[in-house]
């Protein structure tokens, strides 16, 4: 399923008839096959295209995809521009979004991977955010954070019963 919704993504991109969503399905499906550099291209071409629309939240949301990418590959420097150029483009945006609560999240998460305790409020707030506009990627996600966190705290129960709903989610 995944292998034949890249090709076919592909060669769409090839021949320039993907708008930004079918982008944003493009990286994600490049990303389900192991296809890094596919992904990435798609994530940056998708950013570029919301941008061009004048949709900034969009746009933001892409980066911060680009992000969670770099970071999960161990690409810390470039990960941290991605977010700073989604956070940038969020600056006047001050309302509860999905792409505020990826920022909280992006922002805390080279912290965690350090071993800070104390990123779990950020996790929590973004946690807050994504529940009042019910999505629940950035949900999950934040409660992933958070459970580590607490695990970092020397609270591992509550910790690991955050992991666990986690992965009842994911599964």
Do not use: K, N
């Not at 949900?139 to 910790?159: D, P």
């Amino acid at each position: 399923m995944w292998t034949d919704a890249f090709d076919e993504l592909s060669a769409a991109h090839r021949e320039g008839r993907l708008g930004a969503e079918a982008l944003e399905r493009l990286a994600v499906a490049a990303y389900m096959v192991g296809s890094d550099d596919a992904c990435q291209q798609a994530w940056m071409a998708a950013h570029h295209e919301w941008l061009g629309r004048g949709d900034a939240e969009r746009a933001a949301q892409c980066a911060f995809w680009q992000a969670l990418g770099l970071f999960f590959r161990g690409d810390l420097a470039p990960a941290m521009g991605w977010v700073a150029r989604g956070g940038r483009l969020l600056e006047e945006r001050r309302r509860d979004s999905v792409a505020q609560a990826w920022l909280l999240m992006l922002g805390a998460l080279p912290r965690l991977f350090e071993g800070d305790p104390d990123a779990g409020p950020r996790f929590v707030e973004a946690g807050a955010i994504a529940e009042r506009l019910a999505d629940a990627d950035a949900s999950m996600f934040a409660r992933l954070g958070r459970g580590y966190s607490l695990i970092l705290q020397g609270r591992v129960a509550e910790g690991m019963a955050l992991l666990d709903e986690v992965m009842v989610s994911v599964t």
